[in-house]
């Protein structure tokens, strides 16, 4: 297929390269000849580089996979856009309207003889397992194993949240919303579920959209909501909604990795409440990172949004609070002095 170098997406590239689009979007770290991969948190050895190409145009190169990416598909591999809404956003972004006037690059081609690219691929939605509702018992198991209230359990289940099924031979637990784009499992009696590639106390559904946040789907009338990271912070989240008796004023959003950006689909919705954000706090500062992206995402959307700061607090055994659920497992009259978490 011949390159058409006045298309709107050609145009775009030429007045927003790919490092200028990176810093626009607040990617993290910083592009280079050798530098950190944007959308994998754990690259420890510089395994990406920013490159011009012999058309001049700035390309990235992902030395672990191989994968070379032009600025569009950057954008869709770091924020989990499909191709068609990666270009689209890019050509926004870029300040780049309709078509070039005639004249202004040459004739223009007509319709008749353009080529007309094949439609992106409709996403498809992962196969489910059958979900039931969890029993009183197994809200128990669940609120014990995580350190919650059943009541919250029972709650979010309600909601249609939260359910049980079996997965990959296990009793397990799950969180999903109405969408069904994005299901996570975690298994009923808290051990790493088996996997090729080492244990994993989280798996997801195969086809899960990662960047689909858990309960975006089904916010209803809440005026704020708590959004976190991960199904054990999601819990945790539920626990202080049911436990300031906000049910229905409040809502939980979990985005499933620090890797994810919220898509333009949710980003909508989440912009219209006030937002509270709590931070996974880890040594490689991906979590931190993750929650200001998020909040930087939220606020351009027209949005209010914040981080809350858990850094320096401990659970009662003396280890350091690494995210929202960890809060649950502080003595009782240090969770106190924290104040409110879900009224803001």
């Keep these: ?115 007309v690219p094949k439609a992106a691929p409709v996403r498809e939605k992962p196969m489910l397992p059958a979900l039931k509702t969890p029993s009183g018992e197994e809200a128990e198991q669940i609120a014990q194993q995580r350190h919650v209230s059943p009541e919250c359990v029972l709650y979010a289940a309600s909601l249609g949240l939260l359910f049980v099924a079996m997965w990959r031979g296990f009793s397990s637990w799950c969180i999903a919303d109405s969408a069904r784009w994005n299901c996570q499992f975690r298994r009923m009696d808290g051990k790493p579920f088996p996997h090729p590639a080492g244990a994993k106390k989280t798996l997801a559904a195969p086809g899960s959209w990662a960047s689909w946040p858990i309960g975006a789907a089904d916010l209803a009338t809440s005026e704020s909501l708590l959004l976190v990271e991960g199904s054990g912070d999601f819990l945790a989240a539920w626990h202080f909604i049911t436990a300031e008796r906000l049910q229905g004023l409040c809502a939980a959003v979990a985005m499933t ?29 991906a979590g931190e990172e993750a929650a200001l992206r998020w909040e930087t995402q939220i606020t351009k959307a027209g949005g209010s949004a914040h981080c809350f700061d858990l850094s320096g607090l401990a659970t009662s055994s003396g280890a350091a609070v690494g995210d929202l659920n960890d809060v649950l497992v502080m003595e009782r009259h240090e969770i106190g002095e924290l104040g409110p978490i879900a009224t803001f």
């Design 1 to 115: 297929m011949k390159h058409d170098p006045h298309s709107a997406l050609a145009r775009a590239k030429v007045k927003l390269p790919l490092s200028d689009l990176w810093r626009l979007r607040g990617w993290p770290h910083e592009p280079g000849r050798e530098c950190f991969c944007p959308f994998r948190p754990d690259d420890s050895r510089k395994s990406f580089s920013v490159f011009t190409s012999g058309s001049g145009e700035e390309l990235a190169k992902d030395f672990k996979s191989g994968d070379v990416f032009d600025a569009p598909a950057l954008l869709a591999a770091v924020e989990g856009l499909d191709m068609r809404d990666a270009c689209r956003v890019f050509i926004e972004l870029a300040g780049v309207k309709g078509e070039p006037q005639e004249g202004a690059h040459g004739p223009r081609i007509p319709r008749s003889r353009q080529i």
């Design 257 to 285: 990795g620090a890797a994810n950006w919220i898509p333009s689909e949710a980003l909508a919705e989440i912009a219209k409440r006030r937002v509270r954000i709590f931070p996974h706090l880890d040594t490689s500062k």
